[in-house]
């Protein structure tokens, strides 16, 4: 059985852009903002990027809905902060017209019109063009003295079956531009997203539809020259049972009068009803113990580094953002 690589590795160390997806339901938004927590402990600048219109980061961080502007969400230890950006495609769209073709005036004359909308609506491309290219902007924005104003950028991206299409679409556009602005500001996009300062996390549940849609993108994302970066096996739950009882739990022996016998001897007495009810419940559990087992044995086919985040019992708010968050520091994340 291949072993997975388990931690932050020095490759995905040196990225830049962190590019976070997922089947929907498996927490993808949650791990994306534990990730620009941890990335920004130590002192960094860390800005949290979402782009499918849901207003996640507001919630998430318990925040006012943000506008189109970076604000700051939060501190991290060591003196980081983690800054968000919702990212609105129409005024993308108005802020390329102005910055490449001096057309403000007249970007807001189409926005009036409706011309904007029309445009997504017409090259639904563009719509991603738009969000990765403000997404670059960011990446490879510098202050004056010439350093990045950001240390890294996560991006809560759209989920696995999307992924390549949004991340690679821009390609596509830069074989349609040959010349101009929308050719430079394409080819800007392509050379980030298919270099090593990009890496897509794909995070996923001990589960069989999760783990193969995981799988599934992997082998999309190495096929269009993207880069994966890390398995995040989110909500993880300890074993309750030793490894050597699991096979023969999971195919029902499961001797009721020893588990009465412990009960006892810990001082507990339960009716037949509730005894009967454990039982069922420890094959459950041995059954699910073997399928995440499974689980894990496929993930470590694709050979890549993986980190595990607990599952949340008592749900998610701000200060599991920050539990979460030191779990993954302390797997190398930095």
Not at 194 to 219: F, K, N
Not at 259 to 275: C, K, W
């Amino acid at each position: 059985m291949t072993t997975p690589v388990v931690g932050w590795t020095e490759q995905i160390a040196r990225a830049r852009l962190h590019v976070v997806t997922g089947k929907g339901g498996t927490g993808k938004s949650t791990v994306a903002g534990a990730l620009a927590l941890a990335l920004a402990t130590g002192g960094k600048r860390v800005l949290l990027v979402e782009v499918e219109g849901r207003q996640g980061i507001a919630a998430l961080f318990d925040t006012q809905p943000l506008p189109y502007s970076e604000e700051k969400v939060a501190s991290a230890p060591g003196g980081g902060e983690v800054r968000a950006l919702h990212v609105d495609v129409e005024a993308a769209l108005l802020e390329y017209l102005s910055m490449f073709y001096s057309l403000g005036f007249a970007g807001r004359t189409l926005r009036k019109m409706g011309a904007i909308e029309f445009a997504t609506t017409l090259a639904p491309g563009l719509r991603d063009v738009l969000l990765t290219g403000k997404i670059k902007e960011c990446v490879t924005r510098t202050d004056d003295s010439g350093r990045h104003v950001y240390d890294a950028v996560v991006v809560d991206a759209p989920p696995t079956g999307r992924i390549v299409k949004f991340l690679d679409v821009t390609k596509a556009m830069a074989d349609l531009a040959k010349v101009g602005p929308i050719k430079g500001q394409s080819d800007g996009v392509v050379r980030l997203l298919h270099s090593g300062d990009t890496a897509v996390h794909l995070v996923t549940l001990l589960e069989e539809m999760p783990v193969r849609e995981t799988i599934e993108a992997v082998e999309e994302l190495d096929g269009a020259d993207l880069r994966p970066g890390a398995i995040l096996l989110n909500r993880v739950r300890p074993p309750r049972l030793p490894a050597r009882s699991v096979t023969a739990a999971a195919d029902g022996r499961v001797d009721a009068s020893r588990v009465r016998a412990g009960l006892q001897a810990a001082g507990l007495a339960l009716s037949e009803a509730d005894l009967d009810g454990l039982v069922e419940e420890t094959v459950e559990h041995a059954i699910r113990v073997q399928a995440e087992q499974r689980a894990r044995e496929q993930l470590a086919e694709i050979d890549l580094p993986a980190v595990e985040l607990p599952e949340q019992v008592d749900g998610i708010d701000v200060g599991t953002l920050y539990e979460l968050a030191e779990v993954l520091v302390d797997q190398g994340v930095r």
